[in-house]
């Protein structure tokens, strides 16, 4: 198992920026993906962006181009530069681990954090 904790979330203006980080309980050298998750109330938690442990990236096209996903095995963090926000950004952003064992698929969550993108 792994603990994910968030952070970073906040109130910025559109065309701000803000950065979450995603602190993992153990090595995320393993672990197959690791993702960005958004909720809104009373719509199904999207993709956001993730990364695979060979570095490979993939991004819901609303956010392409401005947000970025990256990982630092080494500190076991999972980050998500955002930039150039908009108001349509405004939800709650979950870290997500994918593990796979055993031919299973395990998903961890962490608690989510608050974005809130707002003049």
């Known amino acids: 198992q792994v603990q994910l904790v968030e952070s970073g979330g906040g109130l910025v203006q559109p065309g701000g920026s803000l950065r979450l980080s995603c602190a993992a309980s153990?090595?995320?050298?393993?672990?197959?993906?690791m993702g960005w998750y958004r909720q809104t109330p009373g719509k199904q938690r999207e993709l956001v962006a993730v990364?695979?442990?060979?570095?490979?990236?993939d991004y819901a096209d609303s956010v392409k181009g401005r947000f970025t996903i990256s990982r630092d095995n080494a500190k076991h963090t999972v980050a998500l530069q955002m930039n150039s926000l908009k108001p349509e950004d405004t939800a709650v952003y979950y870290c997500?681990?994918?593990?796979?064992?055993?031919?299973?698929?395990?998903?961890?969550w962490g608690q989510g954090t608050q974005v809130t993108v707002s003049s």
């Open positions: 997500n681990a994918v593990q796979f064992e055993g031919g299973h698929r395990y998903d961890y």
């Open positions: 153990r090595s995320i050298f393993s672990i197959y993906a």
């Open positions: 990364i695979t442990r060979g570095g490979s990236t």
